[in-house]
Structure formats: C-alpha cells, structure tokens
C-alpha cells in the first residue's frame, strides 16, 4: 500500500507533441447506414470481423454505434465506467512512494480523465487505438480513431473503410509513442454479446407501440342504410371530423369483427423486454441494480453491487496493465512526466467489515476513542449516565490494541 509521498520529483516538462500530420486527420469519414438493424446484419457483421485474411470491423462498429442508442444499453455501460472511474489513482515511485507532484498534474489533466474513459471502453468494444494529438491547453489531445477503420487483427489501418490496404500502422514510428493500442486484436467485446438482446428489445418495443395504436383508441363504427348514396357521404364526412382514430361506416346489414385484444394489456411485450433488459444486465454489471422494484430488497441490492462492484475492480486492473505497460512509457517518451513511475490504485480498507470487528472486539479489548473517531467519524463525548454496561465506558476512554485495529 502506499505510504510516504515523495518530496523529490522531477517537474514534467513541455510536450514533444507537434501540430500537424495526425493520423487521424488523414482518414476519410463517412456517413454509417442509418438502416433499421436485424438479426442478420449481427450476422453478417460478425462474418465480417471474424475473417482470418482480411478482419473489416465496418458493420460491426456500425451495428454497436447504433444500438449504443439504446437508452438500457447505454445507461448500464455508463454505470460500469463511471463506477471503475470513480476511484482515485496515484503514481508510484520506487519502495511505492507517492510522487505528489506528478499524481496532481495528472489527477487535473482534463486530457488525462478523457484518455483514461476512452481505456475503460475497450472492453465493451474489444480494442481502441488511441492517438495522442497536440494541445495548446492541456497535455495533449487524446483522440479515437474510429474503430470502422482500424483491423486489429492484422494490425491495418484504413484511410477508407472500402480500401483494401491501408497503414501496417503497428509498423509506424508514432507507435507507442504518440499511438497507443489497447485490447486483444481478435476480441470483439462485451457490446457484440449485447446486441441480439438489443435488438428484440427494440423489436418488442416497436411491436408494443403497433399494440398501443390498433387497441388503445377503440375503433368508430357506424351502421347505416348504404344504399342512401347522399347520407353514406355525409356519415363519412362526419366521421373523418370525429379524430384521428379508426372508424368505418358499414350497412346495418353487415357485421364488422376484430380480433379480440389481448387480454394481458401488452404483457408479452413487457416480458421480452423485461427479459432482455436482464440479459443486457447480466453480462455488463453482473446483476440487475436498482431495477427490480416490485421483487427487490435490501440484500438483494448489496449482492448485485458487489458482483458490479468486482467487474470494476477487473476493469481498474486491466485499464492499470494498459497505463503501465503503454500509457506512462509513451508520456516520458513525451517528455510529460518523468521515468521510473507506476500507475496504481490504492487499496481501501472496508471500513464496514473493520466496524463489524471492532463492534465484536469491544466487549474484550481497550479503544482509543480517537481511533474511532478517525476511522468512523463517529464523535464520542462520553460515557451515558443510565448505561447498563459501565465495563464498556472504560475500554472506549483506554488506548486501543493497535495490533487488532491497525
């Protein structure tokens, strides 16, 4: 765990990143098909970027781009990341001393969070390649190229998606040093295994919306005499007047049927969508948080955050190999930050396991109430008058076992 900062560090110095001749900006963008998507095109999609020769990610890229608009999908991602994300980092010298200095001028780098969120994403999309432009105002500039483009599978990058060949771009000087590359080339993420769910969800919900506009406004009937030409046009007009719900004007002679409604109100929309939405919860939080409102309780809600609550810990163990390993070597090679630091995120105590001890140990141990004031916060002005149990009164005003509590 880390201890004592550091006082002695080296002052970062100005990047070496110039204006101009990012890769980036070299790559012609197109407009994605804005096509309804199906169970086929995830299909072919996959077809596409599993093939050994020549592995184009340009439907699938499309495909996931568009579901992303899916407010469940997006929502639970964004829980995941903001969750991995919300945990403080430092950087670590030798004997894993704090270096203050450079953990500050990182921790308030806007550019740095950015790159850092654009890292957490790779596991949803299974790769990102990362470039780090120039910047006027921050350290640098981090910007995705767009994965339609990029074939990490065999390390090309294309100027055009329809191009044939394009940049060996793992082959290029700016790699790993102004490029940097995260992911396995063959992994097409966790959003790949998210889209048939997508997809009948969204189906369910269109089929829903069908539901509603046939049965939620009755239909208009009107039985008259049809052979009274006048009056048949005049019932019509009427009826056109009347709204903008179904109607029909039929002889009195005649029987007008409709299929009777289903009588669950739309409820096997619900159940597909229900069973979707916890598909899609399921393999990003590793639970359903906070949406099971009529089946839900207390414990049941703590044991999904810690099922989240561990895929978060691997995302901050995997998003720390990649800073290490390309992140921070492509900074000093920069000149941002000085050599010999590690990226890390320090390990909290659980202060409600630590609680649950401490309220176990009390009866037969000595605590220092300052103890428990630093660790819980919890101020104690002194022993109750009417307490049945003076024994404890004096174990809370007697110095702790530092060897029980640390």
């Not at 289903?262 to 639970?287: H, R, V």
């Not at 009529?294 to 955050?305: A, Q, V």
């Not at 941002?336 to 995120?345: C, D, E, K, T, W």
């Not at 649950?356 to 819980?376: A, C, G, I, S």
């Amino acid at each position: 765990m880390p201890n004592t900062p550091s006082k002695t560090t080296t002052k970062p110095q100005k990047s070496k990143l110039k204006a101009g001749g990012e890769i980036a900006s070299t790559l012609i963008r197109k407009q994605a098909s804005q096509v309804a998507k199906d169970m086929a095109d995830w299909r072919n999609a996959k077809r596409d970027a599993t093939r050994p020769d020549f592995p184009r990610r340009v439907r699938i890229s499309d495909l996931v781009e568009d579901l992303l608009h899916d407010t469940h999908l997006s929502a639970q991602m964004d829980l995941r990341i903001e969750k991995s994300l919300a945990k403080p980092f430092v950087l670590l010298r030798e004997r894993d001393k704090v270096d203050e200095q450079t953990t500050q001028l990182l921790q308030e780098s806007t550019a740095f969070g950015d790159l850092l969120e654009l890292l957490m994403t790779t596991p949803f999309w299974g790769h990102s390649l990362v470039e780090l432009q120039h910047s006027e105002s921050d350290l640098f500039t981090p910007v995705l190229i767009p994965r339609r483009h990029v074939m990490p599978g065999i390390g090309l990058l294309l100027r055009d998606t329809s191009d044939t060949d394009g940049i060996h771009y793992r082959e290029i000087p700016e790699y790993g040093v102004s490029l940097i590359e995260a992911g396995a080339p063959d992994d097409l993420g966790i959003l790949f295994d998210c889209i048939p769910d997508t997809i009948f969800r969204r189906c369910a919900k269109a089929s829903w919306s069908e539901f509603c506009e046939i049965y939620g406004i009755p239909p208009r009937i009107l039985k008259m005499d049809t052979s009274d030409t006048e009056a048949f046009n005049r019932a019509v007009s009427m009826m056109q007047r009347m709204g903008a719900n179904n109607w029909a004007v039929i002889d009195v002679a005649e029987e007008m049927e409709f299929a009777a409604s289903m009588a669950d109100n739309g409820a096997i929309f619900q159940g597909i969508i229900a069973a979707a939405e916890q598909a899609i919860s399921l393999k990003i939080c590793g639970a359903v948080i906070g949406q099971d409102t009529r089946n839900g309780n207390r414990s049941k809600e703590e044991t999904s955050l810690k099922l989240l609550e561990s895929k978060c810990n691997a995302d901050r163990k995997t998003l720390t190999k990649v800073v290490n390993n390309a992140v921070l070597p492509a900074l000093e090679q920069l000149g941002i930050i000085p050599s010999g630091l590690r990226f890390a995120y320090p390990e909290q105590e659980d202060l409600d396991t630590l609680f649950t001890r401490t309220m176990q140990l009390l009866p037969h141990y000595e605590v220092d109430p300052q103890w428990v004031k630093n660790k819980f916060g919890v101020e104690i002005m002194g022993a109750r008058k009417n307490d049945a149990n003076p024994q404890l009164h004096a174990q809370l005003h007697a110095q702790g076992d530092e060897d029980f509590f640390g």
